[in-house]
Structures are given as C-alpha cells and as structure tokens.
C-alpha cells in the first residue's frame, strides 16, 4: 500500500465516520478483512506517515493541545492526527498552530457530518 492509497483508504473511513469513536469501529473492521500481507503494508505505510509527523514543532501543539504529552500521548495524538485525513494532516504538519482554537464540532461540520 502506497502513501496515496492509505489516505484514500483514511479518507473513505473518515467520510463515513460520524465522530472519532465510529472511525475507529469503522477502520477495525474494515482493517478485519484485509490479508496478513495487506496488514503489513497498511502498518509499514502509517509508520513512514506517522514518522514524518515526529517533530518538535507538532509535538508543541500535542502539548499545548492536552495540558502535557508524554511518548505514548505524543504517538497517540499522531495516530489522531492520521485519522482526521490528509489535508488536515499535512496542514498540521506544516503550520502546527492551525490547531490553536481547534473545534472538532467545526472540524464535523465542516465535513457535512453534522
């Protein structure tokens, strides 16, 4: 799997998804059927994505976002960051304070969802 191909994979799940919670149940099961060597490549993929969101800068907004980031707080708000999609991923990553002030009812709605 290709980096194209995982985020049209996120982003068929996440237009489906009605919040973070349904997203995660949606992913799981649609990840259920995929093959061990399917699953490998979704894994190798979200590891090269994830590790490109590893810097400073994004780890400052983890912090600033949630009163405090540990490791385990800091992989955990990358795979967040993942889940909401692409674009919203990579302005993260280029212009970490785009998160100052984030609403995730704005981020809802602004998907249609609500």
């Given at each position: 799997?290709?980096?194209?191909?995982?985020?049209?994979?996120?982003?068929?799940?996440?237009?489906?998804?009605?919040?973070?919670?349904?997203?995660?149940?949606?992913?799981?099961?649609?990840?259920?059927?995929?093959?061990?060597?399917?699953?490998i490549a979704?894994?190798?993929?979200?590891?090269?994505?994830?590790?490109?969101?590893?810097?400073?800068?994004?780890?400052?907004?983890?912090?600033?976002?949630?009163?405090?980031?540990?490791?385990?707080?800091?992989?955990?708000?990358?795979?967040?960051?993942?889940s909401q999609?692409?674009?919203?991923?990579?302005?993260?990553?280029?212009?970490?304070?785009?998160?100052?002030?984030f609403d995730?009812?704005?981020?809802?709605?602004?998907?249609?969802?609500?």
């Amino acid at each position: 799997m290709n980096s194209a191909e995982f985020w049209q994979f996120v982003g068929v799940v996440r237009s489906a998804a009605k919040d973070d919670d349904h997203f995660d149940a949606l992913i799981e099961n649609k990840l259920r059927v995929f093959s061990n060597d399917e699953l490998i490549a979704f894994q190798d993929t979200y590891g090269d994505i994830a590790h490109t969101a590893f810097a400073w800068r994004v780890w400052g907004a983890a912090y600033l976002m949630n009163s405090g980031c540990s490791d385990d707080g800091f992989s955990d708000f990358r795979a967040w960051l993942i889940s909401q999609g692409q674009d919203f991923f990579e302005r993260t990553l280029n212009e970490p304070d785009s998160l100052v002030g984030f609403d995730e009812t704005r981020l809802l709605k602004e998907r249609d969802v609500l």
